[in-house]
């Protein structure tokens, strides 16, 4: 009731018939078109949608760092071991905040002016306005989007054939090797009968003013999405390497030995026995730190990378001064990414627990 | 004498091979240092692509000549076992070496060799290394914010006393032993409370009163992980108890609330209580910044120390309970006495996380406007006068986060130990 009150007083009314207003303001990075004229809704989405591309990013990279430093956590090699573990406790012990910063502010702030950038990879700069890399430009986009979900098809239906196959007459195909073919034929053929093209479009320095210079063409890559990528990935990396590191040691010595007793070969014994097994362990903490990375990438905010929290909880408020409404989005939109995903891994849990008599 | 074969090492030419693999690699090692230090390339004659990898070609076949089985030396059969038992690992053993050298030198100028220490302004900065002076200048700023310089004496005596408090409780008299817990989840935080109230906030006693808005730098950081700390282990205790009741009013609304906090990023609870917040409250009323940023991390946090506690009293076994029950205990005293000083044992390490993850959550508070540490750094970094030195800044309180998180995830880990019992 206060709040009805308070609302009155400040000329509020509340309701959600803003979002359909023009939010006239600008974005610098977005994904989908956008400009100051569009709606609030759609700036809604672009900040969305910059979340869960810095969060896919983050998630990839930092399963592939952290899965290499926690396997180097138990590596026999004592450098390799102390070097891990020096990592890990280096990186988890500084508020990710500061991270975030320390990257924006003073590392990525080191690098040349586009004018001075030097090459890297014959093709692309890394200057403080950001990365500059080639954009591929492609003709017939959806036929070879089209010909990627059909070769998944097949794959899918000759893994599930190749497995029938083995369990009622023992024969083995080559499952990868075959899998990997029709990835990579699939779409090649599209190149030469489907009148798919692709091209690459490379950056070029273009002159602003006589002392302003910026890339022209290409994908420029802005440093706000670098440092916070590079913080959240070495940040949450450190988490999934002790995720990994415990599930590995969460394989009994004697699952390996019985193993390779029964005539397995080493890579048949890390495949079928150890990462079913230390995968059981890894997988529920994993997909909390996945969790806890997108809720992070929200302070994007600080460094002014336009996320949803950015672009919705800050700039469209301050516009509009529609706090419940915004803000209860705003957590709305993050609750049900996070429940969505507790479910999912709840189910997954179970198809994958052991399963007792 | 039997034949040198330099493929194989053996253990008959040991010496032979020693003072090889030795000069080989120390050749790696110079050869890299030349290169990165002094910029000259003593294999310039080779192809680029060659000559870029020579160090650790020539550090390798070094570490191939001396690893020799059963040299009956002891250093050397350990140095073999520990990082050079293929030349696979050798390799990355050399590439670490070679990674330490390169980055341990720079730092070293950074930090302390080419770094400024004496002076007083920005112009005594003439090093190419770090200018500590920048430190040294803001230092006040650094610990108190905004607070006034003559009256920080306030700040640091609350803190020696409560610092005080919490250590009198090693020194209780083993009669007293079992109020330990009431002293420290109700006495201290009281005491805690008017110390704050009275002495930093001031305005009694003839003292001055300090706002909070110009409280910051390490002692908010302090002082909102302190009682956030204190507040959400009750919080958390109970929501943990309430999840794993049999009435499903409380069950459900347990679940709800621990479900929804975990749901929402922090920094979108502080916006709640900055903004949405005061527009719930009758006219006229106020409540304190800071009072709404504690409350709003400890309710987040609770809900992550409910999950852990959960996790602790699931596995405790069934006969527990049982057991506790034939004696004849009630749902409280069975709890206070048999299951939860069971359960926390057991979660030790979970909830030392999560403290940890409060601390490093504290820096978040800047978007109500408080500045702790990492915000006067930024707001520091963006004095005219002291232009440019945010590395500075960011090292200074990285380090003092570190030497803080680190030493409370020490300290859980030695709880871990003391408590362990084997069962």
Redesign the interface.
Known sequence: M??Q???D?RGIEFGFGFLKKAASFDIQFSLIDYDGSMSYGRAYLVGLLNTLLVSFIGIILCTLLGAVIGVARLS?????RK?ASFYI??F????????I??WY???L?ALPMPEDAPLIFGSSFMTIKGFYTPAPVWNNFDVFMISLVVALFFIYFFNKFAKKKQEEEGKQYPKFLTSLGIFIILPALTFVIGGVDLSWSFPQLKQLALTSFTFDGGVGIPPELIALTLALTLYTATFIAENVRAGIQGVGKGQKEAAASIGLTTSQVLKLVVLPQALRIIIPPTTNQYLNLT??S??A??IAYPDL?LVF?GTA?MQTGR??EI??I??AT??TI??SI?LLMNWYNKRIAIQEK | MTSINLLKPNKENLNLFLVLGALFFVLGILDFCLNNFQGKNITSFLPAYISFFTPLIFGMIGLHFIRIEFSGIKQLDNLNKNINTSNFNAALSISIILLIIFSVAPLLNWFVLDATFVGDSKEACTGGGACWVYIKTWFNRFMYGMYPNAEQWRVNATFIIVLGLMGAGYFFPLRYKKYLTFYYVIILPIISFLLIYYLISGGEFGLVWVETGAWGGLSLTFIVSFFSLIFCFPIGMMLALGRRSDLSVIKYSSLSFIEFWRGVPLITVLFMSAVMFPMFLPDGTYVDKLIRVIVAITLFEAAYTAEVIRGGLQALPRGQYDAAKSLGMGYWRLHLLVILPQALKLVIPGIANTFLALVKDTPLIFVVGLLELVGMLNLAKTNPKWLGFSMEGYVFAGIIFWIICYSMSKYSQSLELKYKTDR
């Open positions: 206060n709040a009150e308070n609302m007083t026999p090699n004592y450098l390799i070097t406790e280096f988890r012990n500084i508020p990710l905040l500061l991270q910063f320390f502010f003073a590392a702030r809720k992070n929200s302070l905010a600080a929290v909880a408020m706090a419940i803000v209860g705003t957590m993050y609750l996070s429940l507790s």
